[in-house]
């Protein structure tokens, strides 16, 4: 069965950095889609980072681009939500999700995924 597990949130201070990991087990990576998400209180859920099925290619938000790093490591089962310079709307709750259709530069919308983690709690203030 497909599994993943998220860890790795917590407090920090505006400027600062977290890494979120997923743990995944139940299927190989390279065969899924696998996308982080979040959901701030009273927002939708959104697309932070993805990587495709398809193409392979990785996407990010344009809110995030250049601040967060997708990545995984394969010998652990394992990817990863590197977030530097944190701002104070990077608030939410952050899931890990997997699809095994082909998903390709659509990976950062949530509908696509049916398999997810139970979120970790990201909280970025002074």
């Known amino acids: 069965q497909v599994q993943l597990v998220e860890s790795g949130g917590g407090l920090v201070q505006p400027g600062g950095s977290l890494r979120l990991s997923c743990a995944a087990s139940?299927?190989?990576?390279?065969?899924?889609?696998i996308g982080w998400f979040r959901q701030a209180p009273g927002k939708e859920r959104e697309g932070v980072s993805c990587?495709?099925?398809?193409?392979?290619?990785?996407y990010y938000a344009d809110s995030v681009k250049g601040r967060f790093t997708f990545s995984r490591d394969n010998a652990k089962n394992t990817v990863y939500l590197q977030m530097n310079s944190l701002k104070p709307e990077d608030t939410a709750v952050y899931y890990c999700?997997?699809?095994?259709?082909?998903?390709?530069?659509?990976?950062?919308?949530?509908?696509?995924?049916?398999?997810w983690g139970q979120g970790t709690q990201v909280t970025i203030s002074s």
């Open positions: 999700a997997a699809e095994d259709t082909p998903v390709g530069s659509s990976c950062l919308r949530w509908y696509w995924f049916d398999s």
């Open positions: 139940g299927f190989t990576l390279d065969d899924y889609a």
């Open positions: 990587i495709s099925s398809s193409d392979s290619n990785t």
